[in-house]
């Protein structure tokens, strides 16, 4: 009996069920998805260091998810309480025909179980499905092969789904007891008569607060853009902290001046129903400042953890092609001692260098004292700054000689250069120096080294000279080989382009330094191209997956609980909206003012949030600009299409279910 009064309240109540079975669905399916990863690894041609990459993933997303529960169970739990509150009357009636409070419950309970299964499966099948798509997607950012399709079914990602969303439902269950146990019987029949009392607020107070509100705002994103992202330090705390308290206040001193400053635009307060909408919003704001400045946090995690965390990805993974040039690059470490040049070492070791490679050149860089706030301007320098905790303007700039920057040319398929006696050539490949660079070149800048002065009177060179993770040249000075006759380099390095196969050249050249190392005692470090593409790849994977998990979990709960008030509030107005029906107000019009009112609520807290996250960004980019050019349009443009498809798709449910409620209860009141 009491499943089919459970059922049959499902039926009636699907439409009230609409939110709540939307945030159940997609968080089943993110929560699949994103945990279902490793299993891919059967489809992709994967190396030894791509795999345990993917396995560091799936851990990743297993720690990242016990937080997403906590989220969605917020979420389950706040959702559970709207449906008991829409259906107080109800609950009540069925006491009065005799029910006890514990079967009451009972009926809840079956009625959550059935909407949360039917979800849980939809969710799981809707991530399975989804989960097959993100293989090509892993796949292109492993930049691996795949070996062949297969429909892959993740058990271990079914079971964590169940055992997380049950613990839960367990949760809401217990919830749901306490909830009917406090409640007593003449509060739930006049649960729909309840008025909410509205505090009005000093008009003076509420501007001064709404002033003092954009003042800590502008010092918090003064603070974000000068301190940037790079360096946790106490100014970076306080922008986060001012940033809070500045959406905090502006949302608390909104709802007191914003009615009485529509009322001093008179032609549009009394226009069809704007002083009925204004109003109902006002109410709202008032009493909910605290979630919307909430909500506004949150859709600014949203659209900061898409935009920057795929821009780190592009920043850690970058143009492999552009910033690992060679097959390889052999660094050797402390080699003050050494006297030769790196290739000539390894070959009188018996080391045979050239029948691994076909071309390879050393590249030696030399210390000639010249520091870089002697040719930096300090705007350069602080934009470094951001991104090393060294005193960027005491450190000394890198000089090359001619011939081994040719060598490197020629390596590159590159044109040669040549430099007279009293000529010197800058190269470099990051973008913090670039204005003074091209500045040094316009104004034909002269430079003093050992006591002779030189002018540079070529364009400066873009280049990567070695094997890196990122650009990593931030200025290199090329000089006459003659200005490094019996000087001891400070760092000494060699590329190599193989003879055979990368992975072949590969295992060689490991057992070759390997070998030097054990003769040597110098530390050394191989950087191969392979290498650069497998870490990039899995760097660019990890980063994707986690801000696209983490983001679109914060934004479905930003839109579910903006969704859940405002269907909230519509169930509690519905005598508003009944009294406009009786004065003769259209149809049209009321359908209009609710469209308009819930629009208004849901874009306060996005508006702020783009401001916040302009800033944000702005300071992200900031900070990264030393080591690359960040282009976040693509960025952008996936945030407006999660954007548009889920906070657009939950306005849209919310204003059809609340214009639902609307007319089913006033339609019932009429019957009353």
């Given at each position: ?83 008991i509150r829409r259906r107080k009357k109800e609950l009540g009636l069925y006491l009065v025909m005799g029910m006890n ?572």
């Amino acid at each position: 009996m009491y499943f089919k009064i459970a059922l049959g309240n499902v039926r009636r109540s699907i439409r009230d069920y609409g939110v709540y079975f939307l945030t159940l669905t997609f968080g089943v399916c993110l929560f699949y998805v994103f945990n279902s990863i490793q299993s891919q690894s059967v489809m992709l041609a994967l190396s030894q260091s791509q795999a345990k990459m993917l396995v560091l993933l799936n851990n990743l997303m297993q720690i990242f998810s016990v937080f997403v529960c906590i989220v969605l169970g917020f979420l389950i739990v706040y959702a559970n309480n709207f449906l008991i509150r829409r259906r107080k009357k109800e609950l009540g009636l069925y006491l009065v025909m005799g029910m006890n409070k514990g079967t009451v419950a009972r009926i809840l309970m079956i009625e959550t179980v059935m909407i949360g299964l039917l979800a849980f499966a939809v969710g799981l099948g809707l991530g399975i499905l989804v989960s097959q798509a993100l293989t090509v997607v892993t796949a292109n950012l492993f930049m691996v092969q795949l070996k062949a399709f297969e429909f892959i079914v993740s058990v271990k990602a079914i079971l964590l789904s169940a055992l997380f969303f049950g613990g839960m439902y367990l949760i809401v269950l217990i919830f749901n007891s306490v909830v009917v146990s406090r409640y007593k019987l003449i509060d739930l029949l006049q649960g729909d008569r309840h008025n909410e009392t509205l505090k009005l607020r000093s008009i003076g107070l509420s501007v001064v607060l709404f002033i003092a509100s954009l003042i800590i705002l502008g010092c918090a994103y003064a603070l974000i853009l000068d301190n940037g992202f790079a360096m946790f330090t106490l100014e970076f705390t306080a922008s986060i902290v001012l940033g809070s308290i500045g959406t905090f206040l502006f949302f608390f001193s909104l709802s007191g001046f914003l009615l009485k400053f529509v009322q001093s635009r008179k032609s549009f307060y009394y226009r069809n129903l704007n002083m009925f909408v204004m109003r109902q919003l006002n109410s709202r704001i008032n009493s909910a400042f605290v979630s919307m400045t909430i909500i506004c946090i949150m859709l600014l995690l949203t659209i900061g953890a898409l935009c920057t965390g795929l821009s780190f990805g592009q920043v850690l993974a970058g143009d492999v092609e552009k910033t690992s040039p060679y097959d390889a690059t052999v660094y050797v470490y402390d080699t003050q001692s050494l006297g030769f040049h790196l290739t000539e070492d390894f070959r009188s070791r018996g080391l045979d260098l050239d029948g691994l490679a076909r071309e390879a050149a050393d590249l030696d860089l030399y210390d000639l004292a010249v520091k870089i706030k002697d040719f930096s301007s300090p705007e350069v320098i602080a934009t470094m700054q951001n991104s090393t905790s060294h005193d960027v303007g005491e450190m000394t700039i890198d000089f090359l000689p001619l011939s081994q920057l040719n060598a490197a040319l020629t390596m590159q398929a590159k044109p040669e250069v040549t430099l007279a006696e009293n000529e010197y050539l800058i190269t470099y490949s990051m973008n913090a120096a670039e204005s003074d660079i091209f500045k040094a070149v316009k104004e034909h800048r002269e430079l003093t080294v050992d006591g002779k002065t030189l002018t540079v009177s070529q364009p400066a060179m873009f280049l990567q000279l070695q094997n890196f993770n990122a650009y990593g040249n931030f200025l290199t000075i090329v000089l006459p080989d003659s200005f490094f006759i019996n000087k001891i380099p400070a760092s000494q390095s060699f590329n190599l382009n193989y003879n055979g196969s990368a992975e072949e050249g590969d295992a060689r050249l490991n057992e070759m330094i390997k070998a030097y190392g054990q003769q040597t005692g110098f530390a050394y470090n191989g950087v191969t191209r392979a290498e650069m593409y497998e870490a990039s790849g899995g760097m660019k994977l990890i980063l994707s997956y986690i801000a696209v998990y983490l983001g679109l979990v914060f934004l479905i709960a930003s839109a579910a609980i903006l969704a859940l008030q405002q269907l909230s509030e519509s169930a509690d107005n519905v005598h508003r909206y009944a009294l406009l029906r009786k004065i003769g107000v259209e149809e049209k019009m009321i359908r209009r003012s609710l469209f308009t009112q819930i629009a208004i609520y849901f874009l306060f807290p996005l508006a702020l949030a783009i401001v916040h996250s302009i800033v944000g960004v702005s300071a992200v980019i900031q900070s990264l600009v030393a080591l690359v050019k960040i282009d976040i349009g693509s960025q952008v443009l996936l945030v407006g299409g999660f954007l548009a498809l889920i906070y657009g798709g939950y306005f849209l449910i919310t204003y059809t279910s609340s214009l639902s409620v609307i007319r089913d209860r006033v339609q019932a009141r009429r019957l009353e």
